[in-house]
């Protein structure tokens, strides 16, 4: 039987140290090719600022993730920090800014399962949903002033705003909270 440990133990630590490693290795290797072959694709429209938002969701998935196989305060963070890093280390394109973006985004995620233990053990649909909406937030409000965003077209940046939500939603929430939910009913797991 498989345990979701909420101590911070060897095992909890050595887990979420691998599910950030393979998500930073996902998003370098995976996300990242295909969110730059569709911003080309776009580029000729004027909408490719578009795409930056458009993936967003698929780049928040470690911390929850990361919350779900650990449910405990600062998994989330720690994974997505994690998965940064190790993005930025074996040749990401953001470069260092990502390790700060990974901390935001990891921090903000975990605010769907603050102030309560049993919220993180529960890994409900409302937890991971209401992480997922302020992820987005985590993730579109430094990089809308870092990357200049406030200078386009206020229809392009609301667009930039409501595709970031969507995809946080669908990505980090809907389709991890449905991974999890497989990880439920094939593992059996309990919390220790």
Known sequence: MFTRSSKWNIKSIILVALIGI????????????????????LLPT?????????FTGLWLMAAPLAMYFVPTP???????????????AVGGQWGAITMLSGLI??????????????????????SVMIGAF???????????F???????????????????????LVF???????????FDKALKPRIE
């Open 134 to 144: 302020f992820a987005s937030l985590g993730a579109f409000i430094p990089t809308y």
């Open 22 to 41: 393979v998500m930073g290795v996902i998003y370098t290797y995976g996300f990242n090719n295909i969110y730059n072959l569709a911003k080309v694709a």
């Open 74 to 88: 600062g998994s989330g963070t720690i994974g997505e920090f994690i998965a940064s890093f190790v993005e930025m």
């Open 172 to 182: 980090d929430g809907v389709l991890v909270k449905l991974i999890t939910n497989l």
């Open 146 to 168: 870092l990357y200049g965003w406030n200078h386009y077209k206020l229809s392009l940046q609301i667009a930039m705003f409501i595709t970031n939500i969507i995809s946080a």
């Open 46 to 54: 004027g909408f490719a600022p578009v795409m930056d938002t458009l």
């Open 105 to 126: 985004q990891g921090a903000t995620n975990e605010i769907g399962f603050f102030l309560k233990k049993k919220r993180y053990q529960d890994f409900s649909w409302k």
